[in-house]
Structure formats: C-alpha cells, structure tokens
C-alpha cells in the first residue's frame, strides 16, 4: 500500500486522496461497490468520457447517471482481477496512480487522478493505457464526495513511447558506466519543464524528533518525507532526475541501496551522487532531489 503523500501536510486533500485512491483501489481489487457506494452523491451524479476524442465536441455523456457508472465499475473490475492476483493487482495499481493535483475552493474541487501503465504486467503483455480522469468533488457535512467526472483524457506527462517512462526524463542511446555501478543512470536527458528542489531530508519527524536506529530504518523515514515534499508541489519520485546521498558512515553504501531501489520502482533511475559526511546528532543519512514536471 502507499502512502498518503498529504497526511501530514493537509487533511482535505489527505481525505481526498484516501477516498479516490485508497478506498478505491480496495473496492476494485475486491470487487466490493458497496465500500465506496457512500462516496458519491448520487442524486446529481452525471461523468464525461473523453476517451475516443482529440479535442471536446467528440466528448459523450457516457454515464448519466450512478448506476450507469457502476455497472462499468463493476465490469473493468472483474476483467482486470480476472488476470491478476489480489496482492499484485493491489501493487500494480498503487504504481500507476497517481494522485497529487488537486485544487480546491471552499467546499468544491477537482481532482486529478492520473494513470500510467508504463510497465508489463504480470501476464507480460504491455498496457497501452495512459490517460487522467478529472474528479468533481463537494464537500457535505464535513466529508467530501464525488458528483461526477471528466474522464479517460489525455496525460500529457505520460509516456511517450513503449519501453520508455516519463517524456521529461530520458536516458540518451549508447549511455553506459562501469560494471560496479549502482542503482543510477550515467547521464540523463532532461526535457524544459518547471523544477522541483527539495532540502535535504532525514529521518526527522514534524515534532522534530529523530526516527529510526538502523539506515534500513533511517533511509525509509527519509525517503517517505521526500515524496510527501515533492507531493506539495505537486510532484512524484518518478519526475526525480538528481539525488544527493549525505551518509555518515559510506559503508552503509549497500544497505542503504537495498531501500532507495523500492522508491524508483518502474521508473528511470535518477543520476546520483554519494557523500560521506558529519550529519546532525544520531542522523544515519540525508537526502536531497531535484525533480521536472
């Protein structure tokens, strides 16, 4: 399961998320409507499907209606578990969406929930599916719900080509280094595009205190508030180009790479470089990154 990149930074968009993502996910992988039948408002629910059109005048009014939309639910539900174990649906879905662009006026936003299929899945057979679908929510008495979608359209930041991950991001043919290289690319492309740079991160939590006695430990906790800083501005691991590892002892060069390698997953491996250096107190580690959208 993921984490929540908002629960400790903003509880709308932390409910938001936990509803369009979380909660959804396990009613799909379960099959279960009535998990997240409560989250929608269901006497004015209405969703477009952009899908099979370039541009709005080929947008249809697909699902007038709630029962409508379950009924698709239910049915691309029971095609996708048709092929997939629970536990690997469950994972496959938590690594193709994505869920960090959500605006909200008083008591209304949207939501953008995007959907990357840039990897095989457990059949071997490739996804060619990379779209976003816009979530209209409204908060009612106190809990946000859902009273219709744009979906299926575009994603624009998706991948270009098959084999290949976010258009941003690329590694340039013939790119090579050493056979005792680690988890990294030699060199990267970097496409024009708006800059995410974090501070250095460590395992230090919001009251300043510091977690983990371990660098398994240490490097988790720093690696989490690294993805829940890029998620403000609106950003995810796989938009990371540079990071820059401070450690306090280098020997704990392996162990630390055993961790990293479980946050780029599916994603081109970020250039990088290793410091050995005095950090604060009992600190293990520090981590900083730079990012595109």
């Known amino acids: 399961m993921s984490i929540n990149p908002f629960s400790t930074t903003d509880t709308d968009r932390a409910a938001l998320w936990e509803m369009l993502v979380a909660r959804d996910i396990e009613a799909f992988i379960t099959q279960s409507w ?10 004015s629910f209405m969703a477009i499907d952009g899908r099979n059109a370039d541009n709005p005048d080929g947008w249809v009014l697909s699902f007038p209606d709630i029962e409508s939309y379950k009924a698709e639910w239910l049915r691309q539900a029971a095609t996708f578990m048709a092929t997939s174990e629970k536990d690997i649906a469950e994972s496959i879905l938590y690594r193709v969406i994505t869920l960090y662009d959500i605006e909200i006026r008083g008591d209304l936003a949207l939501a953008h929930k ?12 490739n996804v060619p599916a990379n779209f976003q679908t816009i979530y209209h929510c409204r908060r009612v008495n106190g809990s946000w719900k859902i009273f219709g979608f744009t979906g299926y359209l575009p994603l624009f930041s998706g991948p270009s080509e098959e084999g290949q991950s976010r258009s941003a991001i690329r590694v340039p043919e013939n790119a090579s280094q050493h056979k005792t290289s680690g988890p990294y690319s030699p060199v990267l492309i970097i496409e024009p595009g708006k800059l995410v740079v974090i501070s250095g991160q460590a395992a230090i939590d919001m009251e300043g205190n510091f977690i983990g006695e371990t660098i398994e430990e240490q490097a988790a906790y720093t690696l989490d508030n690294c993805r829940k800083q890029l998620a403000v501005a609106g950003c995810g691991m796989d938009k990371v180009f540079k990071v820059t590892v401070y450690l306090k002892d280098i020997a704990d060069w392996g162990r630390f790479n ?27 580690v520090e981590v900083e990154c730079w990012a595109v959208l």
């Open 34 to 43: 009535s998990i997240v039948e409560g989250d929608f408002i269901s006497e």
């Open 258 to 284: 055993k961790v990293y390698v479980k946050y780029f997953e599916d994603a081109i491996m970020p250039a990088r470089t290793a410091i050995q250096a005095g950090l604060l107190g009992t600190l293990l």
């Open 114 to 125: 995007k959907f990357v299929w840039d990897f095989k899945r457990v059949e071997g057979n």
